[in-house]
């Protein structure tokens, strides 16, 4: 990584303090890990360094700016207001270049986070059958359905990889089912153990909610053991992630995701979704391919 190029995270943010304060912790581990690198750190919302002021510092004394959505799945923050707000930036630092690579996402490396929470907790209780031992992966929701499919995504995987009978998909909020229906379901299947595993990076007022909940369906499923894991921002695969995205993408360009989205649609009925000119409608509208001898405008169709 060249000294003049700043790595800026850019996280969500939670209107709890904690959530953001352990944002913070995690890019001063990674500055440890790499001491050449400067990191920075903005938000989206619910925090005092937003977008706008983030991208700006990031961009004093650098040539190179690398964005990276400090964020697992993509919706309408990291599809439409990240990219604009990239853009935005561009106009005002005319001789900085900014990359914004791709989410983290759910991949191989989120998925063996995940693997590894589902192990601990099956330890915690006492290594018990999987057949009656149902998993619920719990997601913040969206009210974007590629965002909750990648979700699903990680469910089926652990289906596949794992020996259980029921692996299922609730969410915080937006969209359904919710954590108390898909218990309920699970009860009435026969489950006796029923591992929790909440899809967060990090605390916040979700995290706190999350426990509250279960600490109620304790109470109401007294035959029922629950196992309940924790948020893994800090987790060793996290860092090995943004190492990657760092290597790989900051050398090839904008590679969010965008294909099928509903940001996409809405650009291609505005007549926006072409080579002419900067549309923002979705994830690639706005931002330029560096390794081409032209600028291009609209969707990267490869996917990680």
């Known amino acids: 990584m060249n000294t003049d190029t700043t790595i800026l995270l850019v996280a ?14 995690f890019a001063a581990q990674w500055r440890e890990r790499h001491p050449g690198w400067r990191i920075e750190v903005c938000f989206i ?59 983290l996402g759910m991949g191989r490396e989120i998925f063996a986070v995940l693997q590894a929470q589902l192990d601990r907790q099956m330890k915690q209780l006492a290594v018990p059958d999987p057949q009656t031992t149902g998993v619920i ?19 089926r995987w652990l289906y596949e990889e794992n020996e ?7 969410f915080t909020g937006v969209t359904w089912p919710r954590l108390e229906s898909v218990v309920q379901r699970q009860a009435r299947l026969g489950m006796m153990q029923i591992v ?72 291609e009925a505005e007549h926006l979704h072409d080579h002419s000119h900067t549309a923002i409608g979705c994830a690639q509208h706005g931002h330029r391919e560096h390794n081409t001898a032209h600028e291009h405008h609209g969707c990267a169709h490869s996917h990680a």
């Not at 002021?53 to 990031?58: I, S």
């Not at 719990?138 to 990648?150: I, K, Q, Y």
């Open 12 to 25: 969500h943010g939670s209107r709890g303090r904690d959530g953001n304060k352990e944002t913070i912790h």
């Open 45 to 103: 919302e619910h925090a005092e360094i937003l977008l706008e002021e983030g991208l700006d510092r990031a961009a004093q004394g650098a040539r190179t700016v690398v964005a990276i959505p400090f964020i697992l799945n993509a919706a309408g923050h990291v599809k439409m207001e990240l990219p604009a707000a990239v853009e935005a930036a561009r106009a005002r630092h005319p001789a900085v270049k900014f990359v914004l690579t791709r989410h």
């Open 137 to 155: 992966l719990l997601g913040r929701g969206s009210s974007d359905a590629g965002a909750n499919g990648e979700l699903a995504k990680m469910a």
């Open 164 to 170: 259980h009978e029921l692996v299922d998909l609730a």
């Open 196 to 267: 929790i595993i909440p899809v967060y990076l990090f605390t916040g007022v979700l995290i706190e909610r999350i426990g509250e909940q279960v600490a109620r369906l304790r109470h109401q499923y007294p035959q029922i053991a629950f196992g309940l894991g924790s948020h893994f921002g800090f987790d060793d695969g996290i860092f090995q992630l943004l190492d990657a995205r760092v290597s790989s993408d900051a050398q090839v360009g904008d590679m969010l995701e965008c294909d099928g989205c509903k940001y996409r649609e809405l650009a």
